[in-house]
């Protein structure tokens, strides 16, 4: 089945006053064409975070995000306007 979307070794971060806090850590994982996914965790553990990262709202310290098997991070226009996700 074609992967809808492929997180790998993502790792975010936010820049506070007492210096880098990181939010997570080399992330990986695949959802095929057709699933549905849920991210779930405790409060501030990145849920939001990697939903913003994958929109394209948040900046990434590492890794990479493909939606459709297009890179965001080559081709940011192209793979993005036609998805849709919620939270």
Known sequence: ???LLELAHLALAY???QG???VVKDLSLTLPAGQIGCLLGESGCGKTTVLRAI???EPL???SI?????SCLRNPNKSR???AMSA
């Open 1 to 3: 089945m074609p992967k």
């Open 55 to 57: 929109a394209g709202f």
């Open 61 to 63: 310290r590492a890794g």
């Open 81 to 83: 306007p036609k998805s």
């Open 15 to 17: 820049d506070t006053p």
């Open 66 to 70: 493909s939606l459709g098997g297009v």
């Open 20 to 22: 880098l806090k990181s």
